[in-house]
């Protein structure tokens, strides 16, 4: 009899357990929905659609730059160009969508875009590391995108 009740407790408890971690994992994702990766649609009070340029420091471009140019529409789209100065005739064009993450006003881009990440500021972006920190290495100008459009 004894055996019976310990197993009907255990069933029972781990039961409960299940049920507590279903809910935890549907909080959380709750939470990301409302406050962490939003597309411009979902509420964004930052106007930053635009096209936004610059030259970005570049190791293989002869100290010369990467001119990049970035247009970011608001259907979560974009359009990337970036040519190596002294090492390419023609920028390449990568297009895809990105995502927004509002508590840090960040966009990511997508596998085409490399996941870049950048800051959305007033009237520029800044590019950012691939763990949305600040770049290291040059000036923190250097990593500026001004707004064009």
């Known amino acids: 009899m004894k055996l019976y009740l310990f197993i009907l407790l ?10 507590d971690r279903e809910t935890s994992v549907q909080t959380q994702t709750d939470n990301i929905t409302k406050s962490g990766i939003n597309t411009p649609d979902e ?7 635009g096209t936004y340029s610059g030259n970005l420091p570049c190791e293989y471009c002869k100290d010369k730059g990467l001119l990049t140019k970035l247009t970011i529409l ?9 040519q190596e100065l002294g090492n390419e005739a023609t ?12 508590s840090d ?21 800044k590019k950012l590391d ?17 707004k064009v459009e």
Not at 43 to 49: L, M, P, S, T
Not at 106 to 111: E, F, G, N, P, Y
């Open 43 to 49: 509420g964004n009070e930052i106007a930053f659609e």
């Open 130 to 146: 691939k763990f949305g920190a600040d770049e290291q290495g040059s000036p923190a100008a250097r990593y500026l995108l001004h």
């Open 91 to 102: 920028p390449r064009i990568f297009k895809g969508v990105y995502s927004f993450k509002k």
């Open 10 to 19: 255990v069933l029972v408890m781990t039961g409960c357990k299940n049920k």
């Open 74 to 82: 608001k259907d979560s789209t974009y359009s990337l160009s970036s």
């Open 105 to 125: 006003s960040i966009i990511t881009l997508d596998a085409e875009g490399d996941h870049l990440k950048f800051k959305i500021m007033d009237g520029m972006v």
